[in-house]
């Protein structure tokens, strides 16, 4: 088994600005009366807190409290704005199909405190997506794309529209920003960045299907249970092209081959299964828009493997350069 690059690391000054929430006060007071009155689970002894992943707006960790009853592990989301939106969206989508004991699942939200800024949900069980594509027998690999592809086309067919519409056009002063950060690394970016930027112009589509977008559906946010699949984190849920959730996945499996030191090849029968799964399912061809999706996803990978990394991978950038390319 080749061996994994890692993709990046936890950002240290995200990680202590949101754990200083969690060491405060009104914390241990807000934690203690959801133990006790909310969820009845016992009064806390001991507090333990993980991070798991930080991002500039938000840190996820893992909180333990030790009660009378022994240790109990939830997760808590830290934000660094008000973020009702997520809970409200969380409840919606449990009712329509995806609560604790469905095949297709979410992870359930258990409470949001709007003071300190902090989502509580359960801790899933189960082996992450992203963990049998690394470490699974080919069999298992495609059981877990099929899995994947099932789950997403649910939901975009059953969960209900909430949040923001994203539309293509938005997307162009993100793409403009990318492709000239790009080309300031010269050549043979700057004229694979500049055809890329020029190729997503003309194919932007003007209309498009909406439906729930998760947002950021990729392998290292669905879990396997039995025979139940768990998708989380839904911060960035929106109403999007169906097509853009579709394109994420692929590209993070396509990625997956380059950190393994294989090529961007490498899982192209996953790939497949995923497509078919979610086409099947849904029973109707959505991914209409995948190539302009997909570049827009290779030019978002390419600029962040020349500037979100603590060392740059100036061929990884290349590679999604002309993976893009060849999408459209």
Known sequence: MPSVINEEILPAEDVSRFSAVLSGEEFRKELRRLFVSDWHW??????????????????????SVKTEHGWKSIVGKVYSNDRPDVMITLKAVAR??????GKFAIAQPLAYVSSLHIL????????????RFLNGSPGEQTETARRSGKWLARFHSYAPRLGKTSAPRELLPQISYWAERIKRSGEPFASKCESLFRKLDSTMPDSVESCCGHGSFIPEHVFLNGPQTIAIDLDEHDVADPSRDLAWF???????????????????????????????????????????????????????????????????????????????
């Not at 509580?120 to 963990?131: D, H, N, V, W």
């Not at 302009?292 to 030019?299: D, I």
């Open 42 to 63: 016992g009064i806390p002894e001991d507090v333990q807190v993980k991070p798991l992943k930080a991002h500039k707006d938000r840190c996820t960790f893992e909180v």
């Open 96 to 101: 329509s199909g995806f609560g604790p004991d």
């Open 120 to 131: 509580f949900e359960e801790k899933i069980q189960g082996r992450l997506a992203m963990e």
């Open 250 to 328: 692929i590209v993070s499996l396509e990625r997956l081959g380059l950190k393994q030191g294989l090529s961007l090849r490498a899982h192209d029968r996953e790939v497949a299964a995923f497509l078919e799964a979610y086409a099947s399912a849904r029973n109707l061809d959505a991914s209409k828009h995948l190539p302009f999706f997909k570049a827009v996803e290779c030019l978002h990978r390419a600029h962040r493997d020349l500037y979100k990394r603590t060392v740059p991978i100036p061929e990884w950038s290349e590679a999604m350069l002309d993976e893009g390319l060849s999408s459209l």
